[in-house]
């Protein structure tokens, strides 16, 4: 109950809405401008504007949605697009390396949203379909709108969530802009790592203007980062035992790094319009994103209650508390010191037209291309180093255990485990290149492992729609009729190698001129390790590539192909019923989709290649209904079918199978192209009382019946037309047992929202300027899997709550940000770069920001400056084993972050 009242008593940032291409909303009043107004004015300028204006776009639109928009152009009001969606009610991020990365709304996870840009579906850099945010710099973003409910001529929708980044539309500006800006950052962790930095930089420029009597123009905007984030990370292998008296549970092993990132990254921005007659205006714009982050992780991996095949000995001096060891000691310990880079490039380009006309007969007509493209290459380089080449395999004629191990205590507590050692891992005399516990099987030395996964995305896209408009004479306002046609090909390839040592060495000297200073590890209680940068060794022959052949790296590789026909007719409606104005939308989408997947498969060992694939049909009705009454209160009614496709990666063919002579049936694992979407019905009604333009508060209740859900399962599958595996026997059916991906029978999520903005000087002129903006939602998830069990699903937090409270007058501006998220299953990146589900532990994460605008008269005018403080609590992020906080899998520190800025605007 107190973690309940703790997310009530949190508020959300609101602020401004946009639409899709499908739909144009009533846009908000604009505030006059400083010049124009008369000195008995009041001109509400900055985050107050921003606040005003989601309020009455809010009240306006006839869809349930929230949105987040720049305060002035070239400033959004976070340092992220994901870390001010993630304010917003219903929403929640999640943190990679230290900054908002992707989005779950209403505890559904990332996959089950979709994100437009400009109205348009959006290619992703990472395996699935899920985009991350920080891939799209907020400096060159004016709006990001979230649609909670769908409507008919909404092409892309997602099931949890529709997430469209809007940038500027140069005629809808209303003078010439000019804007420029810098910000700096210090990342208080220091310098983690030799090479590393502390502080960073990010500069940004826009230009907005109209030619030829307005009626052709031009919005660019580029923006360039170069910032460092450090984050400190205590990671374990697991636990032995059982948590019971007879067996506690045992740390396993540790491997912990520290780690320092590099993120350099350029995005641009540029959009033409041009209305040759008024009837007729032709858009295009287009995005591009150079996103390059460059790491290093250094520590030590350290075999513990796990290593009885590394000659570990047992525990002893252990100290049991709840089931678990809390300290003791292991002798004979043989650590692997890591030197790892890993290097993520990402380039995303989008492009699109749009030409509309407008006649004046009530019929309007639009025609819309677009094209999206990802290119990634995401490079692990693991480096291993210890006191010499010993193997965890007994070869014979090989003396094993006579390097130097080590005795390491330990203590486990609520932040991990801290230990204690005894040799210097900072010694290059004793620490060497080579393969300290035999993981390339204790007879040619594996010195490391390169890892390098290609990703290649291409979407184009293609949209008509033809609408009439009847007047205000009729309910029915005007009806839209459209069609969609959607083409996406994404494949991976993995690219793998081991990393040996130059001419077939056991173990190297790591040369002087490679030695770099030695990093701390401090905060683990263990000495220093020795540091070095591998790509330099590779660059020079010292360490070698020997390519890895075997079946499970090839059966990584897919081709996946979607077509998707869309069609839809929509009515809107406007009239009145007693007191109330009723205004909303109904409409059908019929989505026809042709999926296939191309990939290896493995039968005896014999790799061969095929295509598999499927399509369905889904019809998808919706009703969006708002009933506005004089006393400006409002109810909302949104009923809706919605489906969301599979992940990308969950489509994918590769399989391998075999004879089971247990069970008499061909078994594999693998993808399932046959995979069906997700699909849910869809119920909102939300209570909102407004107080003019300037505040409101909301109820919002949701509830979504899950048809199907996908879990990892085990189900019958038809093997007929593939390459019989061996010793099957005649009489084998073709039916037999897949191991993937699977749809279940879904279950059901319903939960609450609250929002508010309140502005306190509807309460008395005294309180002018300040403000508060704040929410909190309350969920409850029951999804079953293939089993019919109910089970936890990724990104789901049962409480979530943001909230902002505010000042703003004179030309200050001082606020301060909360927002919190109870536990959810975090996906994180695994053994071999593959996706793993943890429980993450509760987070509340603390921000502010002071500034100062000089206005627009004076010798300052246009200027503004800031000062703002991210993650001011230096909230941690942590996975646990089991629920257990003695039990943590992953600790990790980011840190504060601090940022001085200014802009100007001319």
């Known amino acids: 109950m107190s973690v309940g009242l703790r997310a009530l008593a949190l508020g959300l940032m609101a602020t401004t809405a946009s639409t899709a291409w499908a739909q144009a909303a009533p846009a908000a009043e604009e505030p006059a401008d400083a010049e124009a107004a008369t000195k008995d004015d009041v001109v509400v300028i900055g985050f107050r504007r921003s606040l005003e204006s989601a309020t009455n776009t809010k009240k306006q639109n006839d869809q349930i949605l929230e949105s987040v928009t720049a305060e002035d152009i070239g400033k959004l009001p976070d340092a992220s697009i994901a870390e001010s969606i993630a304010r917003l009610p219903g929403l929640t991020s999640q943190r990679l390396n230290g900054r908002a990365n992707v989005i779950s709304i209403r505890g559904l996870g990332p996959d089950l949203s979709t994100t437009l840009l400009n109205g348009r579906e959006q290619t992703s850099t990472g395996d699935a379909r899920a985009v991350e945010f920080d891939q799209y710099p907020s400096e060159v973003i004016n709006q990001v709108v979230v649609y909670k409910s769908p409507i008919a001529s909404l092409i892309g929708q997602g099931l949890a969530g529709t997430v469209d980044i809007r940038t500027i539309r140069p005629l809808d500006t209303k003078k010439r802009v000019i804007a420029l800006g810098a910000r700096g950052v210090d990342a208080d962790l220091g310098r983690l790592n030799a090479g590393s930095q502390q502080f960073g930089y990010r500069v940004n420029g826009t230009y907005v203007d109209r030619f030829l009597n307005d009626t052709l123009g031009l919005a660019l905007a580029a923006s360039y980062v170069d910032e460092p984030y450090q984050i400190q990370e205590f990671n374990a292998w697991g636990y032995a035992g059982n948590g019971t008296a007879a067996s506690p549970s045992l740390i396993g092993g540790n491997r912990s790094f520290v780690r320092s990132t590099q993120l350099r990254r350029f995005g641009f921005v540029g959009t033409v319009q041009w209305q040759p007659r008024p009837e007729l205006t032709l858009t295009a714009d287009g995005f591009y994103s150079d996103f390059r982050d460059n790491q290093i992780g250094r520590g030590i991996e350290l075999p513990l209650g796990f290593g009885g095949g590394f000659n570990v000995l047992p525990v002893t001096n252990t100290t049991v508390q709840n089931g678990?060891?809390?300290?003791?000691?292991?002798?004979?310990?043989?650590?692997?010191?890591?030197?790892?880079?890993?290097?993520?490039?990402?380039?995303?380009?989008?492009?699109?037209?749009?030409?509309?006309?407008?006649?004046?007969?009530?019929?309007?007509?639009?025609?819309?291309?677009?094209?999206?493209?990802?290119?990634?290459?995401?490079?692990?380089?693991?480096?291993?180093?210890?006191?010499?080449?010993?193997?965890?395999?007994?070869?014979?004629?090989?003396?094993?255990?006579?390097?130097?191990?080590?005795?390491?205590?330990?203590?486990?507590?609520?932040?991990?485990?801290?230990?204690?050692?005894?040799?210097?891992?900072?010694?290059?005399?004793?620490?060497?290149?080579?393969?300290?516990?035999?993981?390339?099987?204790?007879?040619?030395?594996?010195?490391?492992?390169?890892?390098?996964?290609?990703?290649?995305?291409?979407?184009?896209?293609?949209?008509?729609?033809?609408?009439?408009?009847?007047?205000?004479?009729?309910?029915?306002?005007?009806?839209?009729?459209?069609?969609?046609?959607?083409?996406?090909?994404?494949?991976?390839?993995?690219?793998?190698?081991?990393?040996?040592?130059?001419?077939?060495?056991?173990?190297?000297?790591?040369?002087?001129?490679?030695?770099?200073?030695?990093?701390?590890?401090?905060?683990?209680?263990?000495?220093?390790?020795?540091?070095?940068?591998?790509?330099?060794?590779?660059?020079?022959?010292?360490?070698?590539?020997?390519?890895?052949?075997?079946?499970?790296?090839?059966?990584?590789?897919?081709?996946?192909?979607?077509?998707?026909?869309?069609?839809?007719?929509?009515?809107?409606?406007?009239?009145?019923?007693?007191?109330?104005?009723?205004?909303?939308?109904?409409?059908?989408?019929?989505?026809?989709?042709?999926?296939?997947?191309?990939?290896?498969?493995?039968?005896?060992?014999?790799?061969?290649?095929?295509?598999?694939?499927?399509?369905?049909?889904?019809?998808?009705?919706?009703?969006?209904?708002?009933?506005?009454?004089?006393?400006?209160?409002?109810?909302?009614?949104?009923?809706?079918?919605?489906?969301?496709?599979?992940?990308?990666?969950?489509?994918?063919?590769?399989?391998?199978?075999?004879?089971?002579?247990?069970?008499?049936?061909?078994?594999?694992?693998?993808?399932?192209?046959?995979?069906?979407?997700?699909?849910?019905?869809?119920?909102?009604?939300?209570?909102?009382?407004?107080?003019?333009?300037?505040?409101?508060?909301?109820?919002?209740?949701?509830?979504?019946?899950?048809?199907?859900?996908?879990?990892?399962?085990?189900?019958?599958?038809?093997?007929?037309?593939?390459?019989?595996?061996?010793?099957?026997?005649?009489?084998?059916?073709?039916?037999?047992?897949?191991?993937?991906?699977?749809?279940?029978?879904?279950?059901?999520?319903?939960?609450?929202?609250?929002?508010?903005?309140?502005?306190?000087?509807?309460?008395?002129?005294?309180?002018?300027?300040f403000g508060v903006t704040g929410g909190g939602g309350y969920s409850i998830s029951r999804v079953r899997n293939d089993r019919n069990e109910?089970?936890?699903?990724?990104?789901?937090?049962?409480?979530?709550?943001?909230?902002?409270?505010?000042?703003?007058?004179?030309?200050?501006?001082?606020?301060?940000?909360?927002?919190?998220?109870?536990?959810?299953?975090?996906?994180?990146?695994?053994?071999?770069?593959?996706?793993?589900?943890?429980?993450?532990?509760?987070?509340?994460?603390?921000?502010?920001?002071?500034?100062?605008?000089?206005?627009?008269?004076?010798?300052?005018?246009?200027?503004?400056?800031?000062?703002q403080a991210q993650n001011l609590t230096d909230e941690r992020f942590a996975t646990l084993v089991n629920n257990n906080p003695l039990l943590v899998r992953d600790f990790q520190i980011y840190g504060r972050r601090y940022f001085a800025g200014a802009s100007f605007k001319f």
């Open 324 to 769: 678990v060891v809390t300290s003791g000691r292991f002798d004979n310990v043989r650590g692997v010191v890591r030197n790892d880079p890993a290097e993520r490039n990402a380039q995303l380009a989008s492009a699109g037209f749009n030409a509309s006309w407008k006649g004046n007969d009530g019929w309007s007509a639009w025609f819309d291309f677009g094209y999206s493209r990802t290119d990634r290459n995401e490079l692990i380089f693991e480096s291993y180093s210890g006191t010499g080449f010993n193997g965890d395999d007994a070869v014979p004629g090989r003396v094993q255990g006579t390097s130097p191990a080590d005795s390491i205590g330990f203590a486990t507590g609520n932040r991990g485990s801290v230990f204690t050692n005894q040799l210097n891992y900072a010694d290059p005399n004793l620490i060497r290149l080579t393969d300290p516990l035999g993981w390339g099987g204790g007879v040619v030395p594996q010195a490391g492992y390169f890892n390098d996964r290609i990703v290649r995305d291409d979407l184009k896209q293609y949209r008509l729609q033809v609408a009439h408009e009847f007047g205000s004479d009729f309910f029915l306002k005007s009806v839209q009729f459209g069609l969609g046609y959607i083409d996406r090909n994404k494949s991976l390839v993995p690219d793998e190698f081991f990393i040996r040592l130059a001419n077939g060495a056991t173990s190297l000297a790591i040369p002087q001129q490679y030695l770099l200073q030695p990093t701390q590890l401090t905060y683990l209680g263990l000495s220093p390790v020795v540091s070095y940068d591998p790509r330099r060794l590779l660059a020079d022959g010292i360490l070698t590539l020997q390519r890895n052949t075997n079946n499970d790296v090839v059966a990584k590789a897919f081709t996946i192909s979607e077509r998707l026909l869309q069609g839809y007719v929509q009515g809107n409606l406007q009239g009145q019923v007693g007191p109330a104005q009723i205004t909303g939308n109904f409409g059908l989408q019929v989505v026809v989709t042709d999926q296939g997947s191309t990939g290896p498969i493995f039968v005896n060992n014999t790799q061969s290649t095929i295509n598999i694939g499927t399509g369905y049909v889904d019809l998808l009705p919706s009703l969006n209904l708002s009933a506005r009454f004089p006393n400006d209160f409002v109810v909302r009614l949104a009923v809706a079918r919605e489906i969301q496709r599979p992940r990308l990666d969950d489509l994918r063919v590769s399989l391998a199978y075999g004879f089971n002579n247990a069970s008499g049936l061909i078994e594999g694992g693998g993808g399932n192209p046959l995979l069906q979407p997700y699909r849910a019905n869809a119920f909102d009604l939300n209570f909102e009382k407004y107080f003019g333009g300037k505040g409101f508060v909301a109820v919002q209740l949701f509830y979504k019946q899950l048809e199907n859900y996908i879990f990892n399962g085990r189900f019958n599958f038809n093997y007929a037309g593939f390459p019989p595996p061996a010793n099957v026997l005649p009489t084998t059916p073709s039916i037999g047992i897949l191991n993937a991906p699977v749809n279940t029978r879904g279950g059901e999520i319903y939960g609450v929202e609250l929002s508010t903005t309140v502005p306190f000087e509807v309460i008395t002129p005294v309180l002018t300027g």
């Open 790 to 867: 109910i089970q936890e699903i990724p990104g789901y937090s049962r409480w979530t709550a943001s909230g902002t409270l505010f000042w703003e007058q004179y030309g200050f501006s001082v606020r301060g940000s909360v927002r919190y998220r109870s536990g959810f299953l975090a996906e994180v990146s695994g053994f071999g770069a593959s996706r793993e589900v943890r429980n993450a532990v509760p987070e509340t994460i603390v921000d502010a920001q002071v500034g100062y605008d000089f206005g627009k008269v004076g010798p300052l005018a246009g200027l503004s400056v800031f000062f």
